[in-house]
């Protein structure tokens, strides 16, 4: 389907409007209409407007309660509730829990059960009180970075020392870590930041920097400062200090453009660095010049909801066609080595995995597609691609206690299996739930329609990861992962899809400890699974099983999973805070106590780690999932609709029913037809090859869907065309 380019000066280069000192932006945040029409149209009617607000401030949520009678008050029903059956429980009615849980289990740890179990103590958690304390924890750390390393874009808190990564400063820290401090109301650290950024901030320099963690740090850090400060106006730590929000997005642009310069390749695909003053791509100098697959593919959300902010369309149709490229290879299974080069756009290698190089891959995939509310269904079907491929080729067991593993085929697919989990898998057991629900509870969920066995299956999957991740803190001295963790493996592996739902091994219902055996410390399960092998033991304070805490606690309801992010926190708090408290640094050794520290903060330990525990104690109100998307860095994006200036620019090459590549021979667009049990459909495109016909046809609630049927069965396009099975 033809593309029309958007009429109007929708691209800035030449526009006046920079220097005009007028906003580029209305209070939602979006371009007004007089930057272009195109930009008025898409922004007017078919753009989320209704965005829902959260109107309360962090801290002061009664405010517009109070107005309430006191029997609409949920948390005064709840309080009531809780302690009704509280009592009950303590005169044994109820067992503990089982009202609020469904029945699922409670895995407390020992620590939070003595002191904070909700009923052991009497007591409710303060969750209210324990994100405070991650709020500390955050000014601590800032105000340690602020007083030793200011603008620097390092810092290492033990020699209270930092270094820039480019002669000025990139505010690598800075910026990253914006939109922790707006949702944690952090105000004067904020001012300081918007200062620094309005003074310093220039990305003309003569340097080199990495494509991706530039995107997904820097950009994304810009892109969600302003989606926080004008989708939610003085919510959001309210500054008065003069500068105009416009900045944001004004740095984001530039940035934006000079990274475009990576993406200027034969492929398209973009190289691992560029320089942000010459605008040149720079390849790997590893790997043979290829680029890791992860980074190729994890700028499409910073990108889209750049070009969606400033209708500027090169944003969306570069990066977008990065994943035209990638599919096109077509990869069995929808899984992807972890090298591709930007030349050819071909792999390098058949390494799988979803650690480091494949990870943000896979949740770009999805995200993309809750991104632009469900309007784009190629990245749900190389999602649901993808997570078939997991099921068949990656997921195994461990022994003896049958933890879940995602494991690696560092060969291919055809290769043996390697039980190996970089702790930055533990971004899927969330993603999966989030993929699963699309966002809402699991509870809401079933009750759709829609609600399938493979739902409920994909639900146990993010469950049953969730757990092995977990598994990764509570096995270790120090209560911390390691940078990486192995696994005692089956021989042969149990794979998956050996088993149904019935008979699929399961880990152990809780983390008790082993029982003691002779001469034996009684030791934590899964200590016999566990593997961590030291060069593998060090912990840099990563965000992503507290990530996946969050979105598991938001969509299955269940408390164990804040319990396990606030032991979690707490081991945080006592292992990695340097001597004199006043910073926190990454550890060598997990396995050591006291672990040596290796005198680094990273930025995402601001950005990521530290947000997440804070949203996975706060309330759900804030920035709920069915509204936004978290980029790779925990930078929220708004959800929005493509409206009239884009749409998905590419197919993917059509497929039989079982997911095989088919030729095309002929392609009809906008062929009106029946299709067998569904009514009356707009049918988008008709592929027809020797033997298939899959039709892509847009469902009555705007939902794309495929369908793939005989080519016998199919008569040439006319008015009403009957596709039966
Ligand atoms: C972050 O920069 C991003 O989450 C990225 O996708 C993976 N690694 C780090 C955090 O561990």
Redesign the pocket.
């Known amino acids: 389907m033809a593309y029309a380019p958007p009429s109007g000066p929708t691209h800035r280069h030449g526009d006046s409007w920079q220097s005009s000192g007028q906003s580029r932006f209305n209070a939602n945040g979006y371009a007004p209409a007089g930057v272009s029409e195109k930009i008025g149209d898409i922004f007017g009617s078919d753009r989320k407007g209704s965005l829902p607000m959260y109107k309360d401030k962090p801290y002061q949520y009664p405010s517009g309660r109070r107005k309430m009678p006191w029997f609409r008050r949920k948390r005064v029903i709840a309080s009531v509730f809780l302690s009704v059956a509280g009592l009950s429980w303590w005169f044994g009615i109820l067992s503990p829990l089982s009202f609020l849980t469904g029945g699922s289990e409670t895995m407390v740890s020992k620590k939070s059960k003595s002191s904070w179990n909700l009923f052991g103590s009497g007591r409710v958690p303060d969750w209210d009180n324990r994100a405070e304390k991650v709020r500390e924890a955050f000014r601590v750390s800032f105000a340690d970075y602020e007083k030793h390393a200011w603008g620097d874009d390092e810092y290492h808190p033990v020699a209270k020392n930092g270094k820039k990564m480019v002669p000025n400063g990139l505010g690598w820290i800075i910026v990253d870590a914006l939109d922790t401090m707006m949702l944690m109301n952090l105000t004067t650290e904020l001012e300081h930041s918007r200062q620094w950024i309005h003074n310093n901030l220039t990305y003309d320099q003569d340097h080199d920097v990495s494509t991706f ?1 530039t995107t ?2 820097m950009l994304g850090g810009l892109l969600s400062a302003h989606y926080l400060s004008s989708s939610f106006p003085g919510v959001y730590a309210p500054v008065n200090d003069g500068l105009s929000d416009d900045m944001y997005v004004e740095k984001a642009t530039d940035l934006a453009d000079r990274l475009l310069g990576a993406f200027d390749t034969e492929s398209g695909v973009p190289l691992a660095s560029v320089n942000l003053h010459t605008m040149k791509g720079i390849p790997s100098h590893a790997d043979a010049g290829a680029s890791s697959t ?1 980074e190729a593919t ?1 700028v499409q959300l910073e990108m889209k909801y750049l070009a969606k902010l400033t209708g500027e369309t090169q944003y969306w149709d570069r990066a977008e066609h990065v994943m035209k490229v990638v599919d096109d290879n077509d990869m069995p299974d929808g899984l992807l080595p972890i090298f591709i080069y930007a030349d050819q756009g071909a792999f390098r290698g058949n390494n799988i995995r979803l650690g480091s190089r494949g ?2 891959y896979y ?1 770009y995939l999805i995200k993309q597609y809750l991104q632009t509310s469900q309007q784009e269904p190629v990245y749900n079907s190389m999602w649901n691609e993808s997570m078939a491929g997991i099921k068949k080729h990656l997921i195994t067991y461990s022994r003896p206690s049958n933890f879940t593993i995602l494991a690696e085929r560092p060969n291919g697919l055809d290769n043996a299996i390697s039980p190996k989990m970089d ?2 898998v533990c ?1 899927m057991p969330g993603t999966i739930a989030l993929a699963t629900t699309g966002g809402v509870s699991v509870a809401q969920a079933r009750k759709q329609g829609t609600w399938t066995a493979e739902h409920e299956e994909n639900i146990q999957i993010a469950e049953e990861l969730m757990k092995t991740c977990w598994g990764m803190y509570t096995t270790t001295p120090t209560s911390l992962a390691g940078e990486i963790t192995y696994f005692n493996m089956h021989d042969p592996p149990l794979m998956y899809e050996q088993f149904t739902s019935d008979n699929r091994p399961k880990s152990p219902r809780n983390f008790d400890r082993l029982p003691n055996l002779p001469g034996v410390d009684s030791r934590p399960i899964g200590t016999d699974d566990y593997i961590i092998k030291p060069n593998d033991a060090h912990n ?1 304070q ?3 099983t507290v990530e996946s805490l969050f979105y598991m606690w938001r969509i299955t309801g269940d408390v164990k999973y804040r319990e396990w992010g606030w032991t979690m926190f707490e081991a945080f708090m006592k292992h990695t805070a340097v001597l004199d408290g006043s910073g926190y640094s990454s550890i060598s050794s997990v396995n050591i106590v006291p672990p040596p520290l290796k005198d680094n903060m ?1 930025s ?1 330990w601001l950005a ?1 780690t530290l947000k997440y525990f804070y949203l996975l104690f706060s309330s759900n109100d804030i920035l709920p999932l069915t509204d936004v998307v978290f980029n ?3 930078h929220p994006f708004p959800r929005f609709q493509l409206g009239k200036l884009f749409k998905t620019g590419w197919e993917r090459k059509a497929r039989d029913a079982d997911g095989k590549l088919v030729q095309d021979t002929q392609k009809h667009e906008g062929v009106p037809a029946v299709l067998d049990g569904m009514g009356p459909q707009k049918i988008e495109t008709i592929h027809l090859t020797e033997t298939r016909a899959v039709a892509t046809s847009t469902l009555a609630d705007g939902e794309m869907t495929a369908m793939t049927t005989a080519i016998g069965a199919y008569t040439a396009p006319a008015e009403s065309t009957m596709l039966a099975p």
């Open positions: 963690e997904i740090r992860a994890s990870d943000s949740e702790h930055l971004f840099l990563r965000p992503e990273e995402f990521e790779t860095e925990a």
